[in-house]
């Protein structure tokens, strides 16, 4: 079957890349033994954990390596074609459940930037959580949210992808909740355990209806059942599919997408997760619960490629989302007092601009983006933590606690701008390269409203983060980092700190510090910012699209090269001989989704996307929005925060218009009041109390009408067939009984023996009628 | 190898079994003699299996250890708390029964 052999080339494999399961089986292993043993280790459990990641960050590196030397062992446009390896884990009648894994660009990218944040982000909680009373638990919970997270990366199917997403719910509950003694605490977590199960319901529908789809046309075609995301990939680029099924499964899919990515309406769960301490904050925000949804988008991304229509329209249902939530998110980060929740709404905003670039048709910039935001966004949530730990006093209120930080906290201030540049997507810190890309496909792929949201919350990304860039660490110290002693804490985060001695023991380490005086952090802080401000410096370089081809190296590395695919046999689960050929260089073919007129035999895995020729012109005009947010948010700051200008202060009290859209920011949309107030009180009250009356009146109505007649009927019954027919029945068969009981009552004797002797005569003689009837 | 010496044995095993629950008073002996008498089923059960070349004998052979062992646990536990009540586990004055 193979047509045109001389282009092809065998793809070179490797120990890593067979392996790669490993990566997510060594953190789960880390958790039971950090469960099991944790607190009889000399480090209660936190060197397990450190240990486990840093295998699984080593494991990844050399995944990538080799994955890396497979893409360029491949021909010019040929497949790369995943490392699959799958074991059968259990069946039941027709349906096999396989489970294994599934190595290909994409898994490769999000496998290192999980196991490398993952090993900072336990680093730093050593430091962090020192002298916390459930340490051991926490790293416990850590490690196992990882290992989900790992585990969904490389799942080949959907049910090992259900899995890992599942188990980072729970653990993201856990962690949040891991202070729980506080009631908000333990809200917050209930929370986004339910907002985010509100979404899981769509995922749990969505792989359903994509197995029952597309089971048939896997297994003839691939020899796959339809759980396997290679399958259902093919499947739904093949054109088989009818396309109000994929329709409804690719908006079940999103709304899961949408609780797990928190993308408006359901992103209300994510800023209240900043109840947990910030190392989770950090690691949820950056490479892990957040990024599930985006992940699951850009796996599955032929069935909504498919289902959407992505490159024939001019807006769906993921870009309207990822649109709302950008500029909504956004202008929330304006109002927020606490520096981890102008973070968090910033994650919100920056999902939206993934979801922008894959509801686009946008694949490769957000998924860089994803790799990119990873480094940046871990960074300045384990800076405002730094903050907090060391200056503040636990406090994360930027108003009161915060300010002049610049000064004593030298390296948090240095890696917090960095990353606050490549947030903003400052040329040429890695934003720059992720975000302009998507805001510049989005436009090339023909959704222009789009890309005007797009630039819109670049401009209020880089004004909002000027804001509490300038309120934390410039103008005048305030509150705690001024030196201010707090004998009582006036923040939600700090109770589990409230022994003092705790806090005491881990300042130990620091030169020269005052009683609870700002300072700089301690080198376990401090080392994770700088890996990840280097990072958030020079990541973007890996695509750089502004310097030509030779620097597209993520583009080279992940992007599926979406040619037709040959199948040579129907391998069977497990052997992935699945051989490409580059497509017939006909030019203005554009029929299937593939690129290129599909032969009948043929299957693609990967819808073939255009890229936007970057253009200086457009970069400017983003880089220009960007800075004009910055200056004019810097000016604002200054002059209403350290100048106290008369004609700003106060402005929203004065303002009817304004004040009303501070109060819709301030109430975040009043969606937290619909949510708790009228949709769960509605449950809780109205329908209830409706359900109860009905029940009363209606049902009850019913039952005692029929309770009624059967009594008059039963009366008559009683009267006629009870009393004569059955009554003479019972009384007869009751005096035949009695004498047959007399006549028998001898042979119940009370000897256990006799009765065994009895059985087992019986038995006998009945063998005996068997054998001579079958004779 | 023929099925029937397995079959010989159970069958004796089985009598064996048999003539202990008649014929024996104790009421720990008595359990003895049914686990004999399962274990002939046991026996048959698995040559008939390897005969026919099933795994379906196999498979009921292990249910029924299983089923004897929670058997047996229960069996021991009522004469135990009937030796508390009563100082004997003889069977013979176990007759409240009689009809």
């Given amino acids: ?775 | 190898m023929l099925v029937n010496q397995f079959l010989f044995l159970a069958a004796l095993l089985f009598c064996i079994g048999v003539y202990g629950v008649i014929a024996r008073k104790n009421a720990v002996l008595v359990l003895m003699s049914i686990e004999l008498i399962l274990n002939a089923v046991n026996l048959n059960f698995v040559a008939f299996a390897f005969a026919m070349e099933t795994q379906d004998g196999h498979t009921f052979a292990l249910y029924i250890i299983a089923i004897a062992a929670a058997e047996v646990g229960v069996g021991l536990g009522l004469v135990l708390l009937i030796f508390r009540n009563r100082r004997t586990i003889s069977l013979d004055d176990l007759s409240e029964m009689k009809g």
């Avoid at chain 1, 490392?83 to 396989?98: A, E, L, P, S, Y």
């Fill in chain 1, 1 to 775: 079957m193979i047509r045109s052999a001389e282009a092809l080339q065998t793809l070179s494999s490797g120990w890593f890349l067979e392996h790669a399961w490993l990566i997510p089986i060594v953190p789960a292993i880390g958790f039971f033994i950090i469960i099991l043993f944790g607190k009889k280790l000399p480090m209660k459990g936190s060197e397990i954990g450190l240990l486990s990641m840093l295998s699984s960050l080593v494991l990844a590196g050399g995944t990538a390596m080799q994955w890396i030397d497979r893409v360029n062992s491949g021909a010019e446009a040929q497949f790369i074609a995943p490392v699959v390896r799958t074991w059968n884990w259990w069946q039941i009648g027709g349906m096999k459940f396989t489970i294994g894994q599934s190595i290909d660009g994409l898994a490769v990218i999000v496998l290192v930037v999980v196991a490398f944040i993952s090993t900072l982000v336990q680093l730093y909680s050593t430091e962090y959580l020192k002298g916390d009373r459930r340490y051991t638990h926490f790293f416990a919970a850590l490690t196992l949210f990882s290992a989900g997270m790992l585990a969904m990366v490389v799942a080949e199917d959907t049910i090992l992808f259900l899995l890992g997403w599942e188990i980072m719910g729970l653990c993201s509950f856990m962690l949040i909740g891991h202070w729980w003694e506080d009631g908000a605490n333990s809200r917050a977590a209930l929370k986004a355990f339910f907002t985010v199960r509100t979404g899981d319901m769509g995922l749990l529908v969505g792989v359903a209806m994509l197995y029952f789809a597309s089971n048939e046309w896997t297994t003839e075609h691939l020899g796959v059942s339809g759980f396997s995301i290679r399958g259902i990939s093919a499947w739904a680029l093949s054109g088989e599919p009818n396309s109000t099924v994929i329709l409804v499964a690719s908006v079940a899919l999103f709304i899961a997408a949408i609780g797990k990515s928190g993308q408006f309406p359901l992103h209300t769960w994510l800023p209240d997760a900043m109840a947990g301490p910030t190392p989770v904050s950090s690691l949820l925000h950056s490479s892990t619960m957040v990024v599930a949804g985006v992940f699951l988008v850009s796996r599955l991304y032929p069935v909504f490629f498919t289902g959407f229509d992505i490159l024939g329209s001019g807006g769906n249902f993921i870009t309207i989302i990822g649109g709302i939530t950008i500029v909504i998110a956004a202008a929330l980060a304006f109002v927020q007092n606490d520096i981890k929740k102008v973070l968090a709404y910033s994650t919100v905003s920056q999902l939206g601009y993934m979801m922008l670039g894959l509801g686009a048709g946008a694949w490769l910039p957000a998924v860089f983006h994803i790799f990119t935001h990873a480094f940046f966004k871990a960074c300045l949530f384990l800076g405002a933590g730094s903050i907090s730990h060391s200056a503040s006093h636990h406090s994360f209120d930027m108003k009161k606690d915060m300010g002049g930080l610049r000064k004593v906290m030298p390296i948090t201030f240095t890696t917090w701008v960095i990353s606050t540049l490549a947030l903003c997507g400052v040329f040429p810190f890695s934003g720059f390269f992720s975000k302009d890309e998507i805001i510049d496909n989005v436009g090339h792929n023909g959704y222009q409203l789009f890309m005007i949201i797009g630039l819109i919350g670049a401009f209020m990304t880089a004004a909002y983060m000027t804001r509490a860039t300038y309120l934390t660490f410039f103008g005048e110290a305030r509150g705690a980092s001024a030196g201010e002693h707090h004998d009582e804490h006036h923040d939600a985060h700090a109770p589990a700190h409230d022994d003092h001695d705790s806090h005491d023991v881990h300042d130990a380490h620091a030169t020269d510090h005052a009683d609870h005086g700002p300072h700089e952090s301690g080198w376990r802080i401090t080392l994770p910012l700088v890996l990840l401000a280097v990072l958030a410096l020079s990541s973007g370089l890996l695509n750089a699209t502004p310097f030509g081809e030779k620097w597209e190296r993520i583009k080279t590395w992940v992007e599926p090269r979406a040619e037709v695919v040959m199948e040579t046999a129907p391998g069977g689960p497990g052997h992935s001989n699945v051989l490409s050929i580059p497509a017939a260089a006909e030019e203005g073919h554009h029929d299937s989704p593939c690129g290129s007129e599909t032969p009948e035999e043929g299957v693609c895995y990967a819808p073939q996307l255009q890229h936007a020729p970057f253009k200086w012109s457009k970069a400017m005009l983003s880089l220009g929005i960007v800075f004009l947010g910055i200056a004019l948010s810097w000016l604002f700051s200054t002059l209403l925060y350290t100048r106290k200008d008369k004609r700003l202060v106060g402005l929203t009290e004065r303002n009817g218009v304004l004040r009303a859209g501070y109060n819709l920011l301030i109430n975040k949309y009043y969606l937290d009041a619909l949510y708790e107030n009228v949709i769960v009180r509605a449950i809780a009250g109205p329908i209830a109390a409706a359900a109860y009356w009905f029940n009363q009146n209606v049902l009850d109505g019913i039952l005692h009408a029929v309770a009624r007649a059967s009594r008059a009927f039963s009366g008559w019954v009683y009267r006629n067939i009870d009393q004569r027919v059955v009554d003479g029945t019972v009384n007869n068969s009751g005096k035949a009984t009695k004498g047959a009981g007399g006549v028998l009552a001898p042979v119940q004797s009370g000897k256990v023996s006799q009765y065994g002797a009895l059985l087992f005569s019986a038995a006998a003689v009945a063998a005996l009628v068997l054998v001579i009837i079958n004779s």
